[in-house]
């Protein structure tokens, strides 16, 4: 299985965990990532002014460079995968602005290229139960809070992968490698977003009901697809450690995936979590989970 | 408020109209948006109050509330509006408004330097697309 790859910004700065540890499942799992020779950021959130083309170049230069190498485009990151598909939904649908973007980017791209996200590869192309097959530490009896925020499933008729309501992809990824999904309602809220650099922190309110909900049903560890909804989640809870209080890790979900295939601290790369996930695992005492503990 | 054709139909509606690509008057004011809104804790409008003024033709009321600036662009009250507006482009209409002559809404200069240290990169490339 190959695929034509795009990291995005974040992945190769502040979230290197998320990359590190996907790209040591896919090998396990006989994924290959060709990263595209050609990409640039996606810009991070989609435009929402139909009178302004411009913020679609970028994504649209990356999307044209994945046509030439002639495979699916997956993404890790939810915002990638947001931006990247409403733009081809775009350029599929709406004549007049592919011309203009296509005329001013100097490229042929009328919305060829498939986008996927990662755990549609998991989904659909190796299957839950074959992936189950692959797990060598299973995290047997974690209880997990899987957490889809906005970007994965907003708006539906444009990028969802999964039901915009009531979501299991995550779900039935967890239970696949052994962990005990917990329900809670908040599971779909918006984490706060880029709203966390506005002073004041106005984005901290809705995090922390995340959080506390997640809490509330028992959850040990809180899962993501989105650096913003990780760092969000977790710096909502600054300093509850250092305060003794029950605090949560956020992780990406391919971090727990590559734990439950074996891999240590070294390819989950927790460096920069607030929460330290690695004490959380040891205290709940999950059995076999690789270099956690 | 004294309500007449030229207050209600105004230039800078037409505008807004114009960016986002929403018809204002659509909305009938069920208020669902506003009930499943994620940050309504920090705004001073509720979203569809937001939406009414603008129909209302008040742009300049709902240009200097802070509910503009702490939409998350999420995307809920758009998948669940029973009309099928999309609120995050209204609000993005009313951003523009502000920042395209020039203004901005966040100070490179006055993002605490600890949270600049920490803060992913998806999260300033977002914020400086939405508040300059």
Known sequence: ?293 | MKLSREVIHTEDKRKLQDISGEEILSCYQCGKCSAGCAMTSAMDLLPHQVIRLLQLGQVQEALDSKTIWVCASCLACSARCPRGMSLPNVMESLRSTFLRPGDRCLNPAEIPYELLEIVPEQALVAAFRKYT
């Not at chain 1, 290229?113 to 299973?138: Q, S, T, W």
């Not at chain 1, 925020?149 to 990028?159: D, F, S, W």
């Not at chain 1, 052994?178 to 809705?206: H, I, R």
């Not at chain 1, 909804?229 to 727990?256: H, I, K, M, W």
């Open chain 1, 1 to 293: 299985m190959v695929y034509s790859y795009f990291p995005g910004c974040t992945l190769r700065a502040k979230a290197k965990g998320f990359e590190s540890s996907t790209l040591a499942s896919c090998e396990v799992l006989g994924v290959c990532l060709e990263e595209l020779e050609e990409w640039q950021c996606c810009g991070a959130t989609f435009p929402l002014q139909i009178d302004n083309s411009f913020p679609l170049v970028s994504p649209t230069r990356t999307l044209a460079s994945a046509k030439k190498a002639g495979r699916e485009l997956v993404t890790l990151c939810s915002a990638c995968l947001n931006v990247l598909k409403r733009t081809n939904h775009v350029i599929r649908e709406d004549l007049d602005k592919r011309e203009k973007v296509c005329a001013f980017i100097e490229e042929d791209y009328s919305g060829e290229v498939e986008v996927l996200h990662f755990l549609e590869i998991l989904r659909d192309e190796i299957g839950f139960e074959a992936l189950a097959r692959k797990v060598v530490a299973p995290l047997s009896g974690l209880p997990v809070a899987a957490y889809y925020g906005c970007l994965l499933l907003r708006p539906p008729e444009e990028v969802g992968i999964d039901d915009p309501e009531a979501p299991k992809v995550l779900e039935d990824f967890l239970l696949a490698l052994g962990c005990d999904p917990v329900d809670y309602p908040y599971k779909t809220e918006c984490c706060g977003s880029y709203v966390v650099l506005q002073p004041g922190e106005p984005a901290m309110s809705p995090s922390r009901l995340v959080v506390e909900s997640a809490k509330s049903r028992g959850a040990k560890v809180i899962v993501t697809s989105c650096p913003l909804c990780q760092f969000n989640l977790d710096y909502a809870q600054s300093g509850s450690v250092e305060r003794g209080e029950n605090a949560v890790p956020v992780v990406y979900f391919t971090q727990l995936l590559a734990a439950a295939l074996g891999f240590g601290e070294e390819i989950l790369q927790f460096d920069g979590h607030i929460v330290p996930p690695g004490l959380i695992f040891q205290s709940v005492g999950v059995g076999g989970c690789g270099g956690l503990t």
